[in-house]
């Protein structure tokens, strides 16, 4: 069974910065899009989960609006790993972080890792 193992997420000052990793146990990750998603925290899995970042096995990358020019998403298909540097945080980017197949081809998820942006 396809694993997802995230990592990297803490607590960070407004302004600060993160680096976000998952380790997957998909056997064709090199040609398949990855993305990255977040939920706020007391919403339920699977409801308003947001995708924040993808990218294609070619390496062609989109981001939500909101996090346009302050996020960076890449991967190491050598290592099976996916990445999100988080720059210049803000309150509201305070959620738990999952990756995962981009889009969504089954409810598999790993345990995600929180990052919350507090003074």
């Known amino acids: 069974q396809v694993q997802f193992v995230e990592s990297g997420g803490g607590l960070v000052q407004p302004g600060g910065s993160l680096r976000l990793s998952c380790a997957t146990s998909?056997?064709?990750?090199?040609?398949?899009?990855m993305g990255w998603y977040r939920q706020a925290s007391g919403k339920q899995r699977g409801k308003q989960r947001e995708?924040?970042?993808?990218?294609?096995?070619?390496?062609?990358?989109n981001y939500e609006d909101s996090v346009k020019g302050r996020f960076t998403i890449s991967r190491d298909n050598a290592k099976n790993t996916v990445y999100l540097q988080m720059n210049s945080l803000k309150a509201e980017d305070t959620a738990v972080y999952y990756c995962?197949?981009?889009?969504?081809?089954?409810?598999?998820w790993g345990q995600g890792t929180l990052v919350t942006v507090s003074s």
């Open positions: 995962n197949v981009f889009p969504i081809t089954r409810d598999i």
């Open positions: 998909i056997n064709i990750f090199r040609i398949v899009a």
């Open positions: 995708l924040v970042a993808s990218i294609t096995s070619d390496n062609v990358r």
